[in-house]
């Protein structure tokens, strides 16, 4: 009887852990900020945020959180480019090369899976990838005004806190008052 190859998940491990360690360099070059968030933070917020949102929107949020927890991986290994640092192409193919890398460590059906999912999100067609980009720069949003809270200044901010809005059209009145209401300034008591 032939024994079954065991999966060594470790070089998967290792890359979700190494987004601990990439800072999301917008914030440092547009914003000034001296110690960002890291992508690992960025990817749990939107993660959380996803799910409530897609449970409000009866959306199979099981998928949404992966493709959440997905959509940033690859800079694990690229690194967190600042729009416009590099063109979309030569993202997108260093994106594809990074995601095929890390994936590659994980049984063939999750990386059937998983690659999936993250190329559903580079589409951006279906509802759950939609919501996935618009949470991403409302995530961006949220943070920036965070930011503020905590006395950067908001004139290095605010093009973080615009951004998200062309993003919340196709929505629910329900899930775009919900984002409106998120956005709202509100100073610490």
Not at 32 to 40: C, D, G, H, T
Not at 46 to 60: E, F, K, Q, W, Y
Not at 133 to 158: C, F, N, S, W
């Amino acid at each position: 009887m032939g024994r079954k190859k065991k999966t060594d998940l470790t070089p998967f491990f290792q890359h979700v852990l190494r987004l601990k360690h990439v800072k999301r360099a917008g914030w440092i070059s547009r914003a000034q900020i001296s110690n960002p968030e890291s992508v690992a933070d960025h990817s749990y917020s939107v993660c959380a945020i996803s799910m409530a949102l897609s449970d409000m929107l009866g959306l199979n949020t099981e998928r949404v959180m992966k493709m959440a927890i997905l959509h940033d991986l690859p800079e694990s290994i690229i690194g967190d480019f600042v729009p416009g640092e590099v063109t979309k192409k030569k993202k997108r193919a260093e994106e594809n090369n990074a995601i095929g890398t890390i994936l590659q460590s994980i049984p063939p059906c999750l990386r059937s899976d998983y690659k999936g999912i993250w190329l559903e999100y580079l589409l951006n067609k279906t509802d759950i990838a939609r919501l996935v980009h618009t949470v991403d720069k409302l995530e961006m949003a949220l943070q920036a005004r965070q930011y503020v809270i905590e006395g950067y200044p908001e004139h290095l901010l605010a093009q973080f806190l615009d951004f998200p809005k062309k993003y919340v059209m196709d929505y629910k009145h329900e899930i775009i008052s919900q984002i409106q209401n998120a956005l709202k300034p509100r100073r610490p008591k």
